[in-house]
Structures are given as structure tokens and as C-alpha cells.
């Protein structure tokens, strides 16, 4: 099993901590992972995106160029990458922001109204969260407990962000 | 027979390779004796640049590095980390201190290491054969401003004293000179408070030294102590001008 | 087994540096390694040691030569420009046999270049990089985990040679997260004593002096010569990884992150039925040329083909081991591109003769 994923959105979106969310968890189920962000002038507010290797073998190369799964946060990233992904891959898109379909047919598009189910689990800032739970559904690549568990893990020094947080991967995790 | 004078223990027995009349050999005698007296006590690790003093290490009988051009402050800083309770000291001539290693200087300055420079300021680059200095004065001629330093053609002199009086992490910053015997042992006196002010914590001392150089000046050991007196004093007056 | 945790490659660097002994670091701000730095200055002052954020990369590396002359386990890290201006200071190092390590995170050049990960300091790194007649043990981690066993080991292995150790990374190294296991914290009393160390101890006859002059043509000679022997020594710290390369017709190699990509392209050709193979140096000083040679006199072994991050580099030593034995080829992408594993492939069945 090797899954590669690549995040993208505008900065602030937490597209960065959505892959390192993963990576913890992969760590946690024992497999391997690599986390590998886009780094430089573009981390100064414009768009952001981080690749993600999950493998129950040693990672081989860390960047991905048609990943098995797109999760676009905003539109210039959808456009971005759209492309890359792999016929039969999975798109998870943030429809809160995105408003237009994609026309791609070979792959399984998921629209994800991220924003809105975040703000009703407390916070807008969960979006990412949101999709973190809608990506577990959809992939089945960890158990949907093991990942609540890395949740309370990540945010064990903020304990008060963890019933949101775990909320907000609950919403996400049933929307699709 | 009764002993009148003795070299100070902290000098080897190695004989200088210093021109004659060059005032680098006394300052390295009242350097060896203001560390000497100290008491010997803390341990003591030199640092030698490049320049005419690059076999420094061949004279001070202590611990010694020889740094690359003008990072003796940044060699006796990362000295000093590994033994912040040992006596470090830096002996860097004008190229080496006040041109290619001016940020070293000023950022050991500024960061009030605990080390102490003696700066030996002779107005000329002696061991690569007499080039224009920063320090050179406007008038005084060198290989490479052979119709004499214009301020228009090669800028001014630095006064490196003034500049770093001015920052928060100097502690003791004198100019001294050796070209009698009453400006000798004043020398030594500021050589031996910097120390003792390193030897306080109290952060950053640095004395510099007035100095000949009849070889590349092109003067007798007589008349090069005269121009000290008359002509670099004048642009580089004596005095203390930071203690803390 | 300790506990595997996740950390960025720039960190677990420092990490692994700090347990294995390194208590001085100086630092100058350049990206992609300003997390050593950065973790450093955190770091250091809880374990007793001391951070400076030098003035110049020129400052810290003469630094790093103080500490280390001082007895202390320096280290210093940059990336590629910054480590231009560190030459003259490791030419120093390795004049005035001092060990100290220095990691480069290598981005992409000439000039200032561009910040995304490069492999075009190799040159630099292996044939000397400052002046004079010297050389560093220069490792070529592929992932973060290798990085931090060798950081960990890297004083120890500077202090055995009295060497400056040089670990060659890259932007994605630095940057990139993978989970890890870090080492024990070392015992600092057990490093051995520095009995050549100007820590102010000595005096008179038994004073020590850390110099790299030696004005008589005989004397530097007969340093250089001693240099010379010491590499020779150094050869027994060769270190190579070799994947599917037993059958191979095709030998692909690459080191660092380069090597990871092979080493996909090499399973990808394989499903495609070419028998394919890796080696990957993980020392690039010495360069394990022997196991180059091995394979080069393999019957079965029709070509190499190197893969870098560069014009063209490791390429040529390459060269010089296989010794015109099999033909090799290049595939390099600069400027902070890198190639897929995809794209690997299909240089590579261009290539295959």
C-alpha cells in the first residue's frame, strides 16, 4: 500500500498541518510517511501545499507527481494540480470556496462544504479538520478511532481545542 | 650581580622576526607582562592574526590559534564558549582588525564578548610589503596611494576607538602609544586594566596601540617614533574612550 | 526500541547533533536550514552548551574553528551561498586538524540562485571547496532518519580523522517531515580528552598551538603528505547502499534525495520488466569507487546511469570508477526542479542502449 496525497490552499488554511495530521497518524498505525511542504516566498500569503507518502514500506521518493488523491482548499490549487491526478483517483474539494465542478470524469470528485460544517463544529479554523475526516471516510487508510486518538495526541497541549477538533473530524467523517 | 630586568615567563625564548625599530616587539613585552601579572591563574588562550604578527604564536608561551585574515574576534568568540573562564585574548594588526575583519570586530563589540584585542595600528600593511591601511593617514604615502592617501581617491581614515566607544557591549576601549617611555608604561597600564576588566565579566576591552613602522615607512627607527608622536596622534588622539 | 516521532529534517539534525555530543553552534540565517539554527539556539543553553547567531557565515565557521581548537564539539550549518563563504574557514579547519561538522543544505544555484532544493554543491563538497590540497568526509544522507545516525556519529568520527565531517543534504531533506527514532544522549565525560586542545590548561613547554602555517616548503610538504595518508585511512569509512543491483542490467545512481526517486523508477522498470538496480554512495568523500568497479567487470551489467540534482557531477567520478568498463549516461534536472520517478523512467528507457 504507498498513498500520495497532495494538500493545497491559500495559506492560513492549515493545508500544511492537514499533512502533518496524516503523517501523525500513519506514524501512530505504524507505517511510514513523508511530509514534504512547498517552502519559500510562498509561504507569504500566497498558496501552499505540502505532498504526502503514506507506504507500509519505506517511503521511496517523497515527491509526488500524480498523486492518488487531491485535496484542493481554494481554486488556484485546484487548477494547479487537477491534472496530476491519477484516472481513478479521488478530488476532495473545499466547495465552500470552490463553486465550479470539475471536468475531469476519470477521477472521483468529492465536494466538501468544509467552512460550513467547521463553523458548526465551533470554529471556521477546523476546515481543515472537516476534511481530514471526510479524506479518513473516503480512503479507509486508518481506523476512524485511531485518527481521533492522534487528534487528542496533536492537541494535547491545547486540551481545550479537542472536543472542536474531534467534533469537527466526526461532521467531516459523516458528510461524505 | 643584581637582576634589573627579566622577560616576562609569558614570552618564549623564540628571538623576534620584527624589524628593527618595529614596535611590535614591546608590545608584545607589556601584553606578556599584564597577562603575567594577572597571576597565571585563569589559563590563558591567545589568538594570532595575519599580518607581521602571524608568528605570535611563536612568542607568547601560553595556548595559542592562529586565526584566518581578520577573524581573530570570531576565533577567540568561539574559544571563549568552551572556556568562558580562561583569559582570551586577540593580537591583530590594523589590515587584519579594521579592514577584511571589521565585522568580526564590531560584532564582538557588540555582543560584549569577554575577550580582550590588542590592536596594533601602524598605518600600513607591513608584511605584504607596505599597502595602504585603513588606518593610513591622508598624505602618507604607500605602494599602492604612492603619491600620498587623498580623501577624494582612497577615503578617510578609520578611527576604530571612536567607533566602538559607541556601542553598549564595549566595556574598556583606550589608544595608546609607545614612542617614549612615560607613553610605555601608560601603554601597559591600559593593556592591564582591559585584562582586568576581562577578568571582571565585564565584557568586550580593546587597546590600541599607536606603532611603527620604519621598514615600509621608509623612516629611521628615530624619525618613525617622531611621526607617531607628531602626526598619528593628531589624527588618532590618545585616551580612554569607553569604560564602564 | 525508542519511540519514533515526527520531525522535520532540519531538526532532527540538530537533535541528533546535540546527542551526539555537539555543544557550540554557530549560525548565520539563510533558508532552507534556518530551523538548525533556530532549534540550536533553543537547544544548546538547556544542555549547557552556547549558540551564537554569528555576524557572517565567514564569522560563524571561525567560530566553529575557536570551539573546536577549544576542545568543544562545534558545528555550523548553511546552505549553498552561505557555505561558498565558509570555504576559506574549512580550509582553515582542515589545515589546523580541527573536527567540527558542517551541514549544507544544498539549494539551487549559481549565484543566489534559488532557494528549492539543488545537488550542484557535490564539486564543492568532495574535491575541496577552499583552497589548498584537502578533503572532508562528506556523507550523502537519503532520508531523515540516515541523516540523524550519521549526524549522531559524526563527531566521533571527525575527532577519530581530526577532520571536518561535512553532511550534504538538500531543501527537501531539511524540510520535508518522516518519522524517526533519535539516539541516546551522549555522555559528554565519556568523549575522550583533546590532548592537542588550546583550552588554556597548558603553558611553557606544554603549550599547545592550532596553526595551518607552516612556511618551509619541506615541512607543509610533509603535512600534506601526512594529510594524503590520513584520506587513505579514511577510505575504511566508505559507505554504499545497493538495491536490485545483484541481476541488473541497468545500474541506475544517485545520492540523497535523488536516490529515493531512483529507487522508485528502479521498482517501476522492473514491473515493466527491465532488470534495473541502485547503487547510491553514502559517503561521497570517500567514493565507494571499488563497488563501482565490481559491478562495472559484472558481465551482466550493460550500462550506468546517473542521476543528480546538478549538470553533472557525481557523474564524473562515476566515470572514473567505472573506467570506461559500460558506458554511463546522465539524467540531471537544476534549478530546483526535481524529476519524478516517472519521469526517471522514461529517461531512462531513452537511454537504454
Known sequence: MTEKIIIAGFGGQGVLSLGQFLAYAAMYENQEATWLPSYGPEMRGGTANCSLVISDKPVASPIIETPDCLIALNKPSLDKFINNVRPGGTVIINSSIIHDKIER???????????????????????????????????????????????????????????????????????? | MQKVFQKSALLTDTPFHYCPGCTHGISHRITAEALEELGGKQGIIGVAPVGC????????????????????????????????????????GDGDLASIGMA??????????????????????????????????????????????TAALQGNPIRICEMLATLDGASYIARVSLHDLKSVVAA?????????????????????????????????????????????????PLGVFKEV | MSERILMKGNEAVAEAAVRGGCRYFFGYPITPQNEIPEYMSKRLPEVGGAFIQAESEVSAINMVYGAAGAGGRAMTSSSSPGISLKQEGISYIAGAELPCVIVNMVRSGPGLGGILPSQGDYFQSVKGGGHGDYRMLVYGPASIQEAVDITYKA?????????????????????????????????????????????????????????SLYIEADVLEGMNNKFAALYERMKAETACETYLADDAEIILTAFGITARIAKSAVDILRESGVKAGLIRPITLYPFPSDIYAQYA????????????????????????AVNGAKPVDFYGRSGGNIMSPEETVQQVLKKIK
Request: charged content about 20%.
Open chain 3, 297 to 320: 567487470a559484472k558481465k551482466t551489467v550493460k550500462q550506468f546511469i546517473t542521476l543528480e540534482l546538478n549538470l553533472g557531477q557525481m557523474v564524473e567520478d562515476v566515470r572514473l
Open chain 2, 53 to 92: 604578527a602571524v608568528f605570535a604564536y611563536n612568542y607568547f608561551n601560553c595556548d595559542i590559534q592562529q586565526a584566518a585574515h581578520g577573524r581573530a574576534p570570531a576565533v577567540a568568540s568561539g574559544i571563549k564558549r568552551v572556556c568562558p573562564d580562561k583569559i582570551v585574548f586577540a593580537y591583530q
Open chain 3, 155 to 211: 563527531f566521533e568520527k571527525a575527532e577519530k580523522y581530526r577532520i571536518p565531517v561535512m553532511i550534504l543534504g538538500d531543501g527537501v531533506l531539511g524540510q520535508m517531515m518522516e518519522p524517526v527514532v533519535l539516539p541516546e544522549m551522549t555522555d559528554i565525560a565519556s568523549i575522550p580528552v583533546k590532548e592537542w586542545a588550546t583550552d588554556g590548561t597548558k603553558s611553557g613547554k606544554d603549550r599547545r598551538i592550532i596553526n
Open chain 1, 105 to 176: 470524469t476519470d477521477v472521483k470528485a468529492v465536494y466538501l462544504e468544509a467552512n460550513e460544517i467547521a463553523a458548526k463544529a465551533g470554529s471556521v479554523k477546523t476546515a481543515n479538520v472537516v476534511v481530514l475526516g471526510a479524506y479518513i471516510a473516503l480512503s479507509g487508510l486508518f481506523p476512524k478511532e485511531s485518527v481521533k486518538g492522534t487528534i487528542a495526541k496533536i492537541f494535547k497541549k491545547k486540551p481545550d481545542v479537542i472536543p472542536m477538533n474531534l467534533n469537527a473530524f466526526e461532521l467531516g467523517y459523516t458528510a461524505v
Open chain 2, 104 to 149: 568580526e570586530t564590531v560584532h564582538a563589540a557588540a555582543r560584549g564578548e569577554n575577550i580582550t584585542i590588542i590592536f596594533i595600528n601602524n598605518a600600513i600593511y607591513g608584511m605584504t610589503g607596505g599597502q595602504m591601511a585603513p588606518t593610513t593617514l591622508i598624505g602618507q604615502k604607500s605602494t599602492t596611494s604612492q603619491g600620498g592617501r
Open chain 2, 188 to 236: 601597559k597600564k591600559a593593556v592591564k586594566k582591559a585584562f582586568d576588566y576581562q577578568v571582571a565579566g565585564k565584557g568586550f576591552s580593546l587597546v590600541e596601540i599607536l606603532s611603527t613602522c620604519p621598514t615600509n615607512w621608509g623612516m629611521t627607527p628615530e624619525n618613525s617614533m617622531e611621526y607617531v608622536k607628531n602626526e598619528m596622534t593628531k589624527v588618532y
